[in-house]
């Protein structure tokens, strides 16, 4: 009697494991299935660099080339001043980024945290940017670029992408739903708000800062539209206007070149990512950015 209601008991557990292995076994095949979708277009932009231009257009898919042709990277270099364009790019990445960091965290926090006539009119007027398109104001940028003498150099593209709306409401954002016993504590210790903002809010928040870091240097180095505009000699454009370049109006166009200067162009980003994966992860947990 005493077996039988042991085996009872210990048929549900059976099925309980079994059935959350069933399940174990669905999430991974549909996180795989996911994983390949999304990995596809890189591995086929590595095989199409690999190809000859027959091969690229042809009608019917090569999944695979007859030949590697690892000529066409050294064709790259023949047809791009790739280090000078890869340099240029690195300085814009850099110094934009940095400058979005301090001025985006700066009025983040000033407009939540601290109390002054006008804040809500000015946050409102900054947010106003995120809802006109950047080719609105295309021309009179250019215009004011051109008139302090700035084409084709780097300040030139630099300087629209100082500030950021986006970041400014993130960083905002982030201040705000910090607990303002904090701050409070910090205040009746003696704190300055310069000191309260330098070492009480903004090691909190770093999450924050990571994602703006991320979403900065990401826009940076893909944006293609504003320095394709300002810079028209080749040893002056980034990496993101170079690769245009690259493109022909007529039918001669080399796609495989194209592909295997776009994988160059991508390397840099791809190896910081990796570099700062678990950062970048926990700054978009931590941020709610989706």
Not at 103 to 127: D, N, Q
């Amino acid at each position: 009697m005493t077996d039988a209601l042991g085996r009872f008991r210990a048929q549900p557990r059976t099925r309980r494991r079994g059935g959350r292995q069933g399940s174990h076994v669905v999430a991974h095949v549909v996180l795989a299935t996911g994983a390949v979708l999304m990995a596809f277009p890189f591995l086929w932009q590595l095989i199409m660099s690999l190809s000859t231009n027959a091969e690229v257009q042809s009608v019917v898919p090569t999944f695979w080339p007859a030949e590697l042709r690892w000529q066409n990277y050294a064709t790259v270099f023949e047809r791009l001043p790739f280090f000078s364009q890869l340099g240029t790019s690195v300085w814009i990445t850099v110094i934009r980024t940095l400058a979005q960091i301090i001025l985006c965290t700066a009025a983040g926090y000033a407009f939540a945290r601290m109390r002054f006539r006008g804040r809500f009119l000015l946050m409102g007027l900054a947010l106003s940017i995120l809802m006109v398109p950047s080719q609105a104001y295309l021309i009179s940028q250019y215009q004011i670029v051109q008139g302090l003498g700035w084409l084709n150099t780097v300040a030139g593209i630099v300087a629209p992408g100082l500030f950021s709306a986006f970041g400014t409401f993130l960083m905002r954002t982030a201040f705000l739903n910090m607990p303002n016993e904090l701050e409070e504590a910090a205040r009746l210790d003696g704190a300055s708000p310069v000191r309260i903002f330098w070492t009480v809010m903004l090691p909190l928040a770093r999450p924050s800062i990571n994602v703006l870091a991320i979403t900065a240097a990401l826009w940076s180095w893909n944006e293609l539209l504003w320095p394709l505009l300002v810079s028209t000699y080749q040893d002056q454009m980034p990496l993101s206007a170079g690769l245009a370049t690259l493109v022909s109006d007529k039918n001669n166009t080399d796609y495989p070149v194209i592909m295997a200067a776009s994988m160059l162009a991508m390397a840099p980003i791809l190896l910081l990512f990796i570099v700062l994966q678990r950062r970048v992860i926990d700054g978009l947990a931590h941020s709610g950015l989706k």
